[in-house]
């Protein structure tokens, strides 16, 4: 979603969840509205708010069905107010989100400079490159562990990571107007911290829907570092949107789609919305639009997310826009429905967290495991491909890597015709599966400047 708001304390929002009044209240889940298009399966998310589980759980009421996917905010004034907000969402006792990580998905929107909001319209390029520079030099990185620390911890070290989002803008602390190069290089640095502590993170470059197509793909941080291409969009002026209006936000929708495609990543919208008015047109449209992308592949919709937050004056809030919530329903509470079977578990979290503090310990060395004996027809069940080997149990899948480097690579997974990849850490085994189940595994290595072609084998579990 778009315009997030800064998140300060969890006191604060706590006491804003407390006082929430009831959320899509009174919407009957009985005799859904049949959609016109089929959305890709996990793909449904929402922004609901910092810590507010009953509005959450509210919404997936409403819907009939369980969200996918839930998309965060981490305050971005200071580090230390960083490091709090996420250990609000992530670890407090009030934080809902661990108890749902064997079921949801989570993306986390990550600042690259702090301080105080809009530095390029009151300073200009030069005011926002002293920020950059700050966090390419390292002065945040323990700030940055605690954070990946804290998310791995709660359950979710395969998060999608939103860095730097709307950088296309003039309003964050990090604009890339007149900056591009630094803007990379913040991205750059921050991702890799980030890759050290999990290799299963994804990482998100997200532009806003106005200024995008004048201002956004000479920041692209390069292939190597991206692995999904955001867009925020909203429509916020009075009356329906008309034709003329709306064939403006399709041609930036078309060219973000094609430039996805040119780089061969899949494209999320992790904030959309009608604000302010209540007409609903604007909704089916964004819905036509998701289901008119490819199905699968560059292109293709990794997840959009409604921007449904109970606080900025109700500008957003289904709850006050009765028609665009009945819109949004009647479109969304029949699409993309979530798979037949449970998902599997995500995998156990990586390390106990670190406590807020600027205080932490260099990553542990990677340790390559040699290349397995060939089992025989009465071991368990195996199966190897090009460059990585697999080992299956009941549950879980073993994955040896058949080379001697050490250097960054991914890890994912899917049950054989399964339409979408789950993530993974690559140190650890693959565990929660179904038993009885084939599944594909595709390994790759970063060597040199590009990541090498997918590895792939497959393997059943017993």
């Not at 969200?67 to 971005?76: C, E, F, H, K, W």
């Not at 009075?238 to 209006?245: E, F, L, N, W």
């Amino acid at each position: 979603m778009h315009r997030r708001p800064l998140f300060r304390h969890v006191a604060r929002t706590v006491a804003c969840a407390t006082a929430l009044t009831a959320v899509l209240a009174g919407v009957s889940t009985s005799q859904p509205v049949a959609a016109d298009g089929v959305m890709p399966a996990d793909s449904l998310g929402a922004f609901v708010g910092f810590e507010e589980d009953s509005r959450f759980r509210q919404m997936e009421s409403a819907l009939g069905r369980p969200l996918d996917r839930v998309v965060t905010m981490t305050a971005n004034n200071t580090p230390a107010g960083m490091r709090s907000s996420v250990w609000g969402q992530f670890a407090s006792s009030s934080a809902y989100l661990p108890a749902l990580s064997d079921r949801l998905d989570v993306t986390v929107t990550i600042p690259l400079a702090f301080g105080k909001k809009a530095p390029y319209q009151r300073g200009g390029p030069a005011e926002v490159l002293k920020g950059l520079r700050k966090t390419v030099s390292g002065a945040y990185d323990a700030d940055f562990r605690t954070v990946a620390r804290t998310i791995i911890a709660a359950g979710y070290p395969d998060a999608v990571l939103r860095l730097g989002h709307e950088f296309d803008g003039t309003w964050v602390q990090w604009s890339a107007r007149d900056n591009e190069p630094a803007y990379i290089d913040a991205f750059r640095h921050v991702r890799n911290v980030f890759e050290q502590e999990s290799k299963a993170f994804r990482y998100e470059w997200t532009g806003m829907r106005a200024p995008w197509r004048a201002h956004a793909r000479g920041a692209y941080p390069g292939d190597a570092y991206v692995d999904i291409i955001g867009l925020d969009i909203y429509y916020r002026s009075q009356g329906q949107i008309s034709d003329k209006v709306w064939n403006r936000y399709k041609a930036t929708l078309e060219a973000h789609r094609d430039f996805a495609i040119a780089r061969g990543k899949p494209v999320s919208y992790p904030e959309w919305g009608r604000a302010h008015y209540d007409t609903g047109r604007f909704i089916g449209l964004m819905h036509d639009w998701f289901t008119d992308l490819p199905a699968s592949g560059p292109g293709s919709l990794e997840y959009q997310s409604y921007f449904n937050p109970p606080h900025q004056g109700g500008k957003y809030d289904l709850n006050l826009l009765p028609t665009v919530r009945r819109e949004y329903l009647q479109q969304f509470r029949t699409t993309a429905a979530g798979p037949a079977d449970s998902p599997a578990p995500r995998p156990a979290p990586l390390e106990a967290p670190a406590p807020p503090s600027t205080t932490i310990a260099a990553p542990e060395p990677v340790t390559i495991v040699p290349a397995p004996t060939p089992p025989s027809a009465t071991d368990t069940p195996s199966a190897s491909g090009s460059g990585i080997a697999l080992v299956a149990t009941e549950s879980s899948i073993e994955v040896d890597w058949l080379d001697a480097d050490d250097g960054r690579r991914n890890l994912r997974y899917r049950a054989v015709a399964a339409n979408r990849w789950k993530w993974v850490t690559w140190k650890a085994p693959i565990t929660g599966l179904r038993s009885g189940t084939a599944y594909e595994v595709e390994g790759r290595v970063h060597s040199g400047e590009a990541w090498q072609p997918w590895m792939t084998a497959t393997a059943t579990t017993k």
